[in-house]
């Protein structure tokens, strides 16, 4: 509504009577339109106050609602969490039960038992009844105190070992059925060796704690070898059986210097010597230097050719390597096989000698 107030006609004049009726029709409509509004204000304040009460009443139930759900979620999950924490205790015992009687497991110190009863700290027991500190222990009842090695039923062992049904050790080995060795030594075959540092073969000594040969293992032996107690030792005619009494002259380089005592005697006891005997011994040096290498299909690709006029193509060599060659022998690879030329024993080795040797050589 717009209001149309001229005054500019009526100034100088009293024209109250003319206008006024105009005004007040305006003020009239003013007032009608301003009770209109506020019935319509009134109206909307109204409907908005019933919608935002609607409104409130609707999120309330929803709320309500919404809150019993997460009540209700809530104790179904706290449910679930209570049954699946019986169900994972359950497993745990069960588990642990199964663990506590399995046949094979890791033990608590990292070590492994297999079988029946059988227990390790960190070490290996495998058989019913097995057991082992630090070692291993293989078979029924089978032992290891410490950090030897049982093997076998009812074997034991200390810090030794023990191969065998009833075989049993403490710091040595035993092999075999019932042998024991109750001292670091060894014992081979039924029996036991109560003496520290020996070899014995059933009832039977076969090294003595200096590491000799007992004198009554040798038998006739010794008869024919220099004894080391004795260096002065000479053989009789008895010691010599089977060779012929006459020998022949011997040429050559092979002197009396190279002869084996055996043979000096045989010598002694010919008369001088006419015909042939059985063996001739002599000893030789083998020069490291000397080794020439040459390819060989059997992998012997050293060889050496020592210098002995009077050897023939025909004899057959048997070298004995001195005790103080033998590790070079060993280390170099040494052919078992050797072989005579005219003039000449030669040998085959893998590798070349890291040192000059001493042998004996029997033709």
């Not at 009134?42 to 106050?49: A, M, N, Y």
């Not at 019933?50 to 999950?77: F, G, M, P, Y």
């Not at 010919?270 to 042939?276: D, E, I, K, L």
Request: charged share 25%.
């Amino acid at each position: 509504m717009k209001l149309n107030l001229d005054f500019t006609k009526y100034i100088g004049k009293t024209l109250l009577k003319d206008w006024w009726p105009i005004v007040l029709d305006h003020i009239r409509q003013i007032q009608n339109a301003v009770n209109t509004n506020d019935a319509a204000l009134t109206t909307e304040v109204s409907d908005r106050e019933k919608a935002v009460s609607a409104e409130a009443a609707v999120r309330n139930a929803a709320d309500n609602i919404l809150e019993t759900r997460i009540t209700n979620e809530e104790s179904a999950r706290q449910s679930a969490d209570t049954a699946l924490g019986s169900r994972i205790d359950t497993e745990a015992e069960a588990r642990k039960a199964a663990d506590d009687t399995k046949a094979d497991k890791e033990t608590l110190n990292g070590g492994f038992a297999g079988g029946r009863s059988a227990g390790a700290s960190d070490g290996g027991a495998i058989g019913i009844n097995a057991s082992t500190a630090g070692g291993a222990a293989v078979g029924k009842n089978a032992k290891s105190r410490e950090g030897g090695a049982a093997l076998g039923a009812n074997a034991s062992a200390v810090n030794g070992g023990a191969v065998g049904t009833g075989a049993q050790a403490t710091d040595g080995f035993s092999g075999g059925r019932n042998a024991i060795s109750t001292v670091d030594a060894i014992q081979l075959g039924t029996g036991t060796n109560t003496k520290a540092k020996t070899l014995q073969v059933y009832d039977y000594t076969l090294m003595e704690k200096d590491g000799t040969i007992p004198e009554e293992r040798l038998g006739d032996i010794p008869v024919l070898l220099d004894k080391k107690a004795d260096k002065t030792h000479t053989h009789t005619a008895a010691d010599i059986t089977g060779l012929p009494t006459e020998l022949p002259p011997i040429s050559g380089s092979v002197t009396m210097e190279k002869l084996s005592d055996d043979v000096k005697n045989a010598i002694a006891m010919g008369g001088g010597g006419t015909t042939a005997v059985d063996q001739i011994s002599m000893e030789i040096t083998i020069p490291q230097s000397d080794w020439v290498n040459e390819a060989d299909p059997d992998g012997y690709d050293y060889r050496i050719d020592i210098s002995a006029p009077s050897i023939t193509s025909e004899q057959e060599p048997e070298v004995t390597f001195h005790k103080s060659s033998l590790l070079t022998a060993s280390k170099a690879g040494i052919c078992a096989e050797a072989e005579t030329t005219d003039g000449a024993l030669r040998l085959w080795a893998r590798h070349k000698p890291d040192a000059d040797m001493t042998a004996r050589v029997r033709l």
